[in-house]
């Protein structure tokens, strides 16, 4: 495991914002594992699995096989392929599950503009599927992952908080994925209600860092942008890079979702970010320039043809405000600087 990650794994498992005890010989799920959140969380709980003695169960699940067994030779877990949509997934499950991470999505933006109704019965469909097997087996604690892409379109200066909700255009294909996010929050509080389903929603920013895989398939913007300058080519943007995203490294967010986990409000949703990583994707593009491309690149707009075809999101201001995690006891850790730097340093021990 490269250097840094594995750094950010024991700061983790050696914490104590977290009561690693209550996770003892205990069955916990976790969807989508195959991405980078869902495979971060396998790697963290089996690394605090072998650390503290705990005698847990950690089953990973994914769509991706190739992946799905890497990951379970690597941490010596059990891995369940299979699509969350179709409830008979869970009949391979025969244990009683007690927590549950849920980060199975489609978040690909091409996919949202050509794939809308993939997006959305993945998100609302699995979403279901998730609540009705935590309602069956009276799940101790359910996070749902949700997106900051459900805040919308917002005309505001001020920081967003979880009460605060913008704009979002049903014309527009590529919305399948923050309004179908949003009808999943909705699901998570009307089963909290009506069954006591245990369950805290997580709005999380843009998230990477040392762990992420130096994947070309892998087209989001900050992941783009390192591997250009590394390269040494120019940084090209497809928009003016207008638009704030906020942001937040890898081992921050998967810190917040375990504090969530454990200590969050149910039917309450709950914003992952780092305050000091909020940019505009221009910013972004001159930080990368300079911190990885060492100045000597530029970035350059060239808005394609088609460039409605490829899912951009629409321009937003959005800057979220963390103080609700914040009075769980969680505090991110790494700048924007350090995110890129901690994950291209990753990726040369991969080479």
């Not at 379970?72 to 369940?80: L, P, R, W, Y």
């Not at 991470?101 to 503009?113: E, G, L, P, R």
């Not at 039917?267 to 972004?284: D, L």
Request: aromatic content about 8%.
């Amino acid at each position: 495991m490269p250097h840094f990650f594995n750094e950010d794994i024991q700061q983790i498992i050696t914490t104590d914002k977290i009561n690693w005890k209550q996770f003892a010989g205990s069955f916990i799920l976790v969807t989508g594992a195959t991405g980078l959140v869902g495979g971060s969380l396998v790697r963290v709980l089996s690394s605090a699995n072998k650390y503290h003695n705990l005698s847990m169960c950690v089953i990973a699940h994914g769509r991706d096989t190739a992946k799905g067994n890497l990951l379970k030779n690597e941490c010596g877990v059990m891995f369940i392929e299979g699509d969350i949509r179709n409830p008979l997934f869970f009949a391979d499950i025969t244990e009683r599950i007690d927590y549950i991470f849920h980060c199975a999505a489609i978040t690909k933006s091409a996919d949202m503009v050509v794939r809308p109704v993939d997006v959305m019965s993945t998100a609302v469909d699995g979403t279901r599927n998730i609540l009705e097997y935590a309602k069956k087996f009276h799940c101790k604690s359910l996070v749902n992952l949700s997106s900051m892409e459900v805040y919308g379109q917002i005309s505001t200066s001020e920081e967003v908080t979880e009460n605060d909700l913008g704009y979002l255009d049903l014309s527009n294909p590529r919305t399948s994925y923050p309004e179908s996010k949003r009808f999943c929050e909705s699901m998570c509080v009307a089963y909290y209600k009506q069954y006591n389903i245990q369950v805290k929603i997580a709005r999380l920013a843009m998230t990477f860092g040392a762990g992420t895989p130096n994947d070309e398939t892998n087209t989001r913007a900050p992941m783009q942008f390192a591997r250009k300058a590394l390269a040494g080519e120019n940084i090209v943007l497809h928009t003016q890079g207008d638009s704030v995203t906020n942001c937040c490294y890898t081992a921050d967010a998967v810190l917040g979702l375990l504090i969530l986990l454990l200590n969050g409000k149910n039917g309450e949703a709950y914003n992952i970010a780092n305050p000091a990583a909020t940019v505009t994707i221009r910013e972004m593009a001159n930080i990368v320039a300079q911190v990885i491309g060492n100045g000597k690149i530029s970035v350059v707009v060239e808005i394609p043809k088609d460039a409605a075809k490829q899912g951009y999101a629409p321009t937003v201001t959005t800057r979220l405000n963390t103080d609700k995690l914040k009075s769980l006891g969680w505090l991110p850790k790494y700048r924007l600087e350090d995110m890129y730097q901690r994950m291209v340093a990753d990726w040369a021990e991969n080479e």
